[in-house]
């Protein structure tokens, strides 16, 4: 069964100061993961789409990389913002299907205090 | 900019009352997508349209819900009759997918959601 994990599954952090959340997915074969931002009441914000050859996607202070052989994923936030408190959801999608077959993770929760 | 829309934002009624959601994609759009979410099971796929074709509903319990793309600019959701297990924030999403079924790197536009709480 295709899997997505993600960790932690809360995270409070200091304003200014560096982040790193984990996705490791059991998807396979791997056509692309993607790092959705979340505010509350809010539908999902496309972040960053990785293909199975990349492995680095940048968009502003935020960059995940992508591990296809451990299956890992990570979303680094640099310099947080109070702005950055939100849920981060990872989602998978296998080869030789459409967007709709993909597995989404639970989410992490990131709280940024002043 | 462009936005995917969906009406009504709230929505309380009570068991065994007709809900109907309605969802306007980004012009131009050719891949429609409902999902549930809940605290409990996260965001899941109800159904999808490709060209305003269903594609996959086998996310959805069919002898309740039912979705519908009358035209390019409208989807819909139904649940007739509605439950409480139903509550949920029920998101549509849209995309420019290329067609031969075949994933790439397109970007999903959501909606802002529907909260739907059935007493």
């Known amino acids: 069964k295709n899997q997505v994990e993600q960790s932690p599954q809360s995270l409070i952090i200091l304003e200014g100061k560096n982040c790193t959340l984990q996705?490791?997915?059991?998807?396979?074969?791997?056509?692309?993961l993607r790092w959705y931002k979340q505010d509350t009441g809010r539908g999902p914000v496309s972040l960053t789409i990785?293909?199975?050859?990349?492995n680095t996607k940048s968009n502003g202070r935020y960059t995940a990389t992508l591990d296809a052989d451990t299956k890992q994923s990570s979303l680094h936030i640099t310099a947080s913002q109070l702005s950055d408190s939100a849920s981060y959801i990872c989602v998978v999608t296998p080869r030789g299907t459409n967007a709709g077959k993909s597995t989404f993770g639970d989410g992490t929760t990131l709280t940024v205090k002043p | 900019d462009a936005r995917v829309t969906q009406t009504p934002r709230h929505k309380v009624t009570e068991m065994g009352q007709e809900v109907t959601m309605r969802c306007q994609p980004i012009?131009?759009?050719?891949?429609v997508f409902w999902y549930r979410q809940t605290m409990m099971q996260g965001l899941e796929l109800l159904a999808y349209?490709?060209?305003?074709?269903?594609?996959?509903d086998s996310g959805m319990p069919k002898d309740r819900f039912s979705a519908e793309m009358p035209d390019a600019t409208l989807a819909t959701l139904k649940i007739q009759p509605s439950e409480p297990r139903d509550s949920a924030v029920y998101f549509c999403a849209s995309g420019l997918v290329p067609d031969g079924d075949i994933a790439t790197n397109e970007k999903l536009f959501f909606g802002s959601g529907t909260q739907l709480s059935v007493l």
């Open positions: 996705c490791n997915y059991t998807v396979s074969p791997f056509s692309n």
């Open positions: 012009l131009g759009h050719n891949t």
């Open positions: 349209f490709r060209n305003r074709a269903p594609l996959d």
């Open positions: 990785m293909t199975f050859s990349e």
